[in-house]
């Protein structure tokens, strides 16, 4: 039976350090890295790959947001199963790493609704189509990585659809867990604060290049593994962050949200076009 490792949105950030660390320190078969960004990716894939003896990690080009992407990858899977079949056992997947998404800043009425949306499909849809097309895979001894954030424990102005996401990815992987556990399947919930990735750029609409006191992925990465493996079911890097999760108990969601609101602003470019062609859009289902 080949076994393999999975790592979503691997071109950047979290997830290109989860294969690095992955390739360097743990012994698969393969692994898969996923994303859209064909150069990024295949660069990655030969990099690592000259540091072995095989070619260990494969690169798969593929938009998996939504139903149509989990598809896409379902499909995908099922007929690398059936080619190992008629040589070997099948496939096995040792280790998954849900990685791919992204978050937005401002107000919510400053954001575009649909890139919202997306947000929505790409954190929380694939996350769970993954996981569920993936469970024929696991075996006793799998590990499930789903990359949630330090805001998932609490409703956060200026931040309210992402918060909300990575709160859905908190709760299901803790209650994936659970159910899991009999069958032997470690599941673990990262949930970083900042870290220096693409994030902040890509959030702010390039507003932010770099997110303010970020720490290397490396030591978020490395952690986060480390616990996975040891079936523990949450990552936090920081003392800091464990501390803020902890206290979010004791903070009501409405006051959270709100203090946030009002003292806690990310810079941020609206995408004004965007904006614009929404209210068109809108304008045009009462003409």
């Not at 990585?145 to 859905?168: C, H, R, W």
């Not at 770099?210 to 480390?226: E, F």
Request: charged share 25%; aromatic share 10%; glycine share 8%.
């Amino acid at each position: 039976m080949k076994r393999i490792a999975i790592i979503t949105g691997a071109s950047s950030g979290l997830g290109e350090e989860f294969t690095r660390q992955v390739c360097a320190k743990y012994d698969f078969d393969e692994i898969w890295i996923i994303a859209r960004r064909s150069e990024k990716l295949c660069e990655l894939a030969e990099q690592l790959n000259a540091t072995q003896h095989f070619e260990v990690v494969r690169p798969v080009v593929m938009d998996i947001a939504g139903k149509e992407g989990v598809d896409k990858l379902k499909t995908f899977l099922e007929e690398e199963d059936s080619k190992l079949r008629k040589v070997e056992s099948g496939l096995e997947i040792g280790l998954l790493i849900n990685n791919a998404g992204f978050g937005t800043y401002g107000p919510f009425a400053e954001t575009s609704i649909y890139r919202q949306m997306d947000m929505i499909e790409l954190n929380c849809t694939t996350v769970t189509g993954i996981c569920g097309i993936a469970l024929k895979y696991l075996k006793s001894g799998s590990v499930v990585i789903n990359t949630a954030s330090l805001a998932a424990f609490l409703p956060l102005g200026n931040f309210a659809v992402y918060s909300a996401t990575k709160a859905y990815v908190l709760n299901f992987s803790v209650a994936l867990a659970a159910e899991l556990r009999d069958k032997g399947i470690k599941v673990c919930a990262l949930c970083p604060g900042s870290v220096s990735t693409e994030f902040a750029n890509v959030a702010s609409n390039g507003a932010r290049e770099k997110v303010k006191g970020g720490i290397p992925p490396r030591k978020v990465v490395s952690q986060c593994l480390k616990r996975a493996f040891k079936n523990k079911r949450l990552a936090l890097y920081r003392l800091k962050w464990r501390f803020t999760a902890f206290m979010s108990r004791f903070v009501g969601r409405y006051f959270g949200a709100r203090y946030t609101y009002l003292y806690n602003k990310r810079p941020h470019n609206p995408d004004v076009d965007m904006i614009k062609k929404e209210e068109e859009i809108s304008l045009s289902d009462f003409l």
